[in-house]
């Protein structure tokens, strides 16, 4: 008969070595996909409406240009009816459009609009200051690997997506 502790193991699975590149990626994530820090980017850009999964949607076009709702919905986790309800309430704010795709006569992209794009533009300015602020006082010469090797890692994960999914495959 085995033997079961009734107290659980409260701590994480694995070693919290500052140094693991696990940890270090975890937290950038969790700390990008917080609710403080995504509330805090919509008042720095004055959004005009408190609804995350509008910002979320603009945001990924401002940094990836039109897309078709199926992509923002796998990109953003949720159901196409329910990105089709996001895209309706942007629409009514002014801040994207449906537009046809060049590329496939039966694709619908969503674009930024005027207004979307200038939402946009403070959504990068923002993200620009925060990031300078957080290597504050760094030399030229770290800055530049870090940016090399984060590119490298994002090409590698994102190849290593599109080996096990062929559908996210990125475009030569």
Known sequence: MTSHSTTPDISPVFDQDPLDI???????IHWADGREVREAMMRYVRFPTDDIPMFLVVNQLAYRGALRPTDLASTLGTGKANMSKIV???????????IASETDERSILVALTPAGREIGHRIVEGS?????SVIEGWNDEDI????RLLARFARGAMLELARRSPALALPR
């Open 144 to 147: 530049a690997e870090l940016q």
């Open 88 to 98: 309706r309430r942007l629409e009514e704010a002014g801040l994207v459009t449906r």
């Open 128 to 132: 620009e200051a925060h990031y300078r």
């Open 22 to 28: 696990r940890l270090a990626i975890a937290s950038i």
